[in-house]
């Protein structure tokens, strides 16, 4: 068996893919050019004086600024409603805002405070400093964070001589690493503890407050955010966290002087079930309230004040409250009514609302100019536009200054509408691409898909003729000459370029050479019009459309269906489904043509028609567990999906405990059970330690984990340490068993016991045991063959109680067991250890999604066996071969179950809780919880990719069936049944076999990929772009190279069981051939 060209093929034609996203997403998600100058108080601003600067000039409102950053607190915690009489967790909460904003109308405001998406903490930290607008690709860094190198509110407070105190969220360290006179971080990740980073403001934030050593205040609180993520708002843990927020701002306004300012503010909302990092209202909308001891409000009552406020406004705003200037990328425009509307109001030393916006338009029209010189993505007719704005107002501005005439309110007006004017061109300006990457990208995972095609159809031909060797070669010589001339001509190397040059290099060389290789007549255009490949290019098509895409899980369950069907329909089409008519009696017995028993047909009919009535169950209820996007309005999540820690209903908690662990031992059970029917639980290797004991016992310590969870925090209080150790013990021995099977699985996979009769009591000795078949062929040539005939001899003796190749005692010779199963045993098992541990890091409810997983992949596998069995006398290829319709069903299954575990392509549906399992405390660094999130999330994807090869080895293993119609007579044992071990007797077939098998389910994948990018490319200026289509290229993305690394594991895991079974040879041979 040729098992290093599999892999480098394989590893060759994934690569290809991974360039191609690469360069695509190099073009399609470029992050926006940073300006990296500072503004200063000695800068001018055009036009403005020549000898003094804009920004420092008058005496600033506040001296000092206390900033309460309460985290996901949602507009709607803030508001309160007295005729509301039985309020729900998160309302009515806070009544020391409404309090303050009625008491107290010129001291304090209360808005409503937008966020730019993507709305996670990270982002908003940035926006809300900078001014500036974030991009699409910054949510990637939200747990990766590095420091911010643009001018933000944070410098220019401490070049301003300020000294800055933070407490909170570690997150702020990160992003501002020398920005702090003093700080206190705590950990932010672990997103089950509500009280540590809370906890620890509060025994630090009035000693601060009450001493003298800072100038300006900030803290970041948590738990509002982790109460959320972890129960959802409608929780009474929820109302804990807000009334203990309410009584952390009135002790602050307590102890407030009349020259601080207050802020307290929410980064981002938060969706019904307490998620958020998308666009929707409820995750962008915020709160907002402002509060000082002596009048903040200066402007007139009469004076129209905003209903929202974006969260950019801010940094603006508090820069010239503060008295320090305005970041120089800031695109925020001031909150006029914090300001006088003349300086006749009393306070003739700060800024009016006419300079302030004044300096607020110079400030942002200097930032458009330096920008524009550095980039060209602003179109020259809005570039142009703006530009005469400005113009108009400056001409209108200084003549009015000139002659001392007040400024009239439509030039403030004008000028407002120039700050928004400005925003807007900028954002939808920034969505950069680079058509060229773009298409470069496009190109090359074209080339892999039809790489893909080619590799599947003549994948013998691409292993006999060592085509790759040149091809690698090629490739690697054109991105050699790319990378120099790119160093002689630009002065350094852009790798991506490289990359690409060389992919489609070797496209083009493969394509080529296996044209010239390829038999006349073998590739054929018509091998594309087959019902599984239509229904794939329906599935392709589904994702150009955004509602489609929403609706992804039912479309895609709609198409397994439609192909399931498929199956029996075509079958009795072609008669197979039924037994033949009686064979002719006159004829001569050679003209007979071949017919399977009419006893094999039924059997196989009604194991068709099971398997087709177990699938369309699954898939009904597979409905049962989806989440719920928020385009989809009244659409309810599913209430497997809620953690049994949510569960306030006792008794409901405790039914959904019974129906996982019973699905949960239901899943060991089945494996097992399976495992034991072919005999691979017989030997003394590793291998049945790992599936005897460790698969059982982590099972019973899954369940045990899951009753820990589940406990509610006020219930076992004198047991709380104790609860605590177990929620951190348990979790990671389960993975330590389940990591020990996998390693013993690797190491030894071989489940196949074999031994030699032993003498009898009496000590006469027996000869050595004699490997003669019925055949007469000579021992030597016998040796070659001795694996399919120790299974002959021993399935002979075992089935029929015969003689034949046995002792003179009736027993056999040699007795094995799991022969017949030698590869997909190891591959069950891996499946089963594999799925425990993915099912470990989901909520307990999804035992039931994983147990339907298990039950729809056996009803797949022996659909297609059965399915195989009937039409093998029409097929004319070669017996290994697998047919398109259960590879196009065995991948679209593993998109329904991304679905079926909760799953969503938004990135709000990401279960971050995953990164907590065995780690309540958090991590040190973000590699471990990045990897436990991405196994969480592409579970399904990981399960179905390695146990792609099962699809080759799944007829073999079901061939038993149909073989008990007695002993083949001399002669033809030849024909007789072997299940797994005619891959033995045929390596060429078996390693084309499974080179096809890996190659079509690859370009499965990657024609998936190829209709996400086409999707992104085409609709890039579509209003849901990056609402739907670029979270949905990413996540597609993301999921074919997990599936690519984890078919390249389940292809490992057969050749290492082809290894071992060679050693088994030659342990055998030497003893056997003297």
């Known amino acids: 068996m040729k098992r290093l060209p599999i892999l480098v093929l394989l590893l060759w ?20 050019l940073e300006v990296n100058r500072t503004s200063t108080c000695a800068d001018i601003l055009h036009p403005g004086a020549a000898d003094k600067g804009d920004f420092c000039l008058k005496e ?73 607008l974030p991009t699409f690709i910054d949510v990637g860094n939200n747990f990766a964070s590095s420091a911010i190198l643009e001018d933000n509110l944070v410098l220019q407070l401490g070049q301003a001589g300020k000294r800055v105190v933070f407490m909170g969220d570690d997150t702020w360290v990160s992003l501002f690493p020398r920005g702090f006179h003093r700080s206190l971080p705590f950990p932010s990740f672990n997103v089950k503890d509500l009280h540590t980073v809370d906890n620890g403001i509060l025994q630090n934030i009035f000693p601060t407050l009450d001493g003298d050593d800072w100038d300006v205040l900030i803290a970041h609180f948590l738990g509002v955010d982790h109460c959320g993520h972890r129960f959802g708002p409608d929780h009474p843990a929820m109302a804990e966290k807000l009334t203990q927020m309410d009584g952390v701002i009135r002790s602050v306004i307590e102890r407030l002087q009349n020259d601080t300012l207050l802020v307290v503010m929410g980064d981002h909302g938060m969706t019904d079930t307490g ?36 969260q950019t406004d801010l940094v603006p705003t508090l820069a010239l409250l503060l008295g320090v200037p305005i970041p120089y990328s800031s695109l925020g425009q001031v909150l006029l009514p914090l300001f006088p509307l003349n300086t006749t109001s009393g306070v003739p030393l700060t800024l009016s609302q006419e300079e302030a916006l004044w300096i607020n338009v110079k400030q942002v ?25 400005f113009s108009q107002l400056s001409s209108r501005y200084l003549g009015s200054m000139h002659t001392g005439a007040p400024l009239p309110p439509q030039l403030l007006a004008s000028m407002q509408e120039y700050l928004g004017s400005v925003r807007e061109t900028c954002r939808a300006s920034w969505a950069r691409f680079n058509p060229l990457k773009m298409a470069c990208g496009l190109l090359v995972v074209c080339g892999a898909c039809v790489v893909s095609y080619v590799l599947a159809e003549l994948s013998s031909v691409a292993l006999r003729s060592g085509v790759l060797k040149p091809v690698l070669m090629g490739g690697l010589a054109v991105a050699t000459t790319v990378a120099v001339v790119q160093l002689f001509t630009l002065g350094s190397v852009e790798a991506s370029w490289a990359l690409g040059a060389a992919a489609l290099a070797s496209e083009l060389l493969f394509l080529w050479r296996t044209r010239r290789a390829c038999p006349r007549g073998r590739l054929s255009p018509r091998g594309l019009l087959t019902p599984p490949l239509l229904v794939l290019l329906l599935r392709c098509a589904s994702l150009l459309s955004d509602s489609y895409v929403i609706s992804e899980g039912r479309v895609v369950t709609f198409l397994i269906f439609t192909l399931g069907v498929y199956v029996p329909v075509s079958l009795n089409w072609e008669g197979l489904l039924v037994p033949s008519a ?28 099971v398997c087709l009535g177990v699938l369309v169950s699954c898939l009904y209820l597979s409905l049962s567990f989806h989440g719920c996007r928020e385009e989809q309005g009244s659409c309810r999540p599913s209430a497997f999906l809620t953690p049994l820690s949510r569960m306030q209903d006792g008794r409901l908690r405790n039914l959904h405990y019974v129906l996982s662990l019973a699905a949960l031992f239901a899943w060991a059970f089945l494996l097992l059970r399976w495992l034991r029917h072919y005999g ?48 951190v013990t348990v979790p990671r021995v389960t993975f330590g068993l389940l990591g020990l099977g996998l390693l013993l699985l690797w190491l030894d996979p071989l489940t196949v016991y074999l031994k030699t009769r032993t003498p009898p009591s009496s000590g006469t000795p027996l000869p050595p045991p004699r490997y003669r078949a019925s055949t007469g062929i000579s021992a030597q040539a016998e040796l070659h063959h001795l694996i399919p005939q120790l299974y002959q001899r021993i399935r002979w003796s075992l089935e029929d109680g015969g003689t034949q190749g046995s002792e003179p005692d009736g027993r056999p010779a040699v007795e094995a067991y799991g022969l017949g199963t030698v590869y997909s045993a190891p591959l069950v098992l891996l499946c089963g250890l594999l799925g425990l541990m993915l099912l470990l890091l989901h909520p307990e409810g999804m035992a039931l999604a994983f147990l339907m997983l298990l039950l729809q992949a056996a009803a797949l596998l022996h659909l297609h066996a059965s399915t195989r069995t009937l039409s093998s006398l029409q097929s004319q290829s070669n017996g290994f071969t697998v047919p398109w319709t259960p590879v196009v069903l065995w991948s679209l299954a593993a998109s329904q179950f991304f679905h079926t575990t909760g799953h969503l392509p938004t990135f709000p549906s990401i279960q971050w809780g995953a990164a907590f399992v065995g780690f309540p405390q958090g991590h040190v660094g973000t590699t471990l919880p990045a990897l436990l999130v991405t196994l969480n999330t592409f579970a399904s994807h990981i399960l179905f990719a390695v146990a792609c090869p099962l699809l080759l080895l799944w007829p073999l293993v079901c061939e038993v069936r149909g073989s008990r119609t007695g002993r083949p007579v001399a002669g033809e044992d030849g024909d007789d049944v072997a299940m797994e071990m005619k891959l033995r007797e045929n390596p060429q077939q078996f390693s084309s076999a499974l080179l096809q098998l890996s190659a079509r389910y690859l370009l499965i994948g990657g024609a998936q990929v190829l209709a996400s990018v086409c999707a992104a490319a085409v609709l890039r200026r579509h209003l849901m772009v990056w609402k739907v289509f670029a979270p949905k290229l990413m996540f597609e993305a993301s999921a074919f190279i997990v599936s690519s690394v984890f078919v390249l594991l389940g292809v490992s895991l057969v050749l290492r069981v082809d290894v071992a079974v060679a050693c088994l040879f030659q342990r055998l041979l030497p003893d056997n051939s003297r």
């Open 680 to 727: 691979n639980l017989n030997s003394a290797g590793v291998v049945t330690f790992a599936a005897r004991c460790l698969l059982p016992l982590a099972s019973v310590c899954m369940g045990l984990h899951w009753a820990v969870g589940a406990a509610p925090e006020d219930s076992f209080r004198n047991l709380s340490e104790l609860i605590s150790l177990a929620q």
């Open 582 to 609: 009686p064979a002719d009696t006159q004829k001569p017995p050679g003209c007979h043509s071949p017919a399977l028993p009419p006893s094999t047909v039924r059997r196989e009919s009604t194991a068709v028609l």
């Open 60 to 132: 600033p409102r506040f001296r000092r600024a206390v900033i309460l950053i309460i985290d996901a607190l949602k507009a709607d915690f803030a508001r309160y409603n007295p005729v509301n009489a039985v309020p729900r967790p998160f309302e009515n909460k806070l009544p020391i805002l409404e309090e303050m904003v009625s008491s107290k109308p010129s001291h304090a405001r209360l808005y409503t405070f937008r966020a730019d998406p993507p709305t996670t903490t990270m982002q908003r930290i940035k926006g809300f400093t900078t001014g500036s």
């Open 275 to 310: 998620d958020h990092g998308g666009e929707s209202q409820k995750e962008t909308d915020a709160a907002l309230f402002l509060y000082s001891s002596s009048p903040l409000l200066l402007a007139p009552s009469s004076q129209v004040e905003p209903e929202v406020v974006p």
């Open 13 to 32: 034609l994934c690569t290809l893919f991974y360039v191609g996203v690469f360069l695509f997403v190099g073009g399609f998600l470029l992050v926006r």
């Open 365 to 389: 029209n200097r930032f458009l100019e330096t920008y524009s010189s550095m980039a060209t993505d602003i179109p020259a007719d809005r570039l142009s536009h703006l530009r005469a704005h």
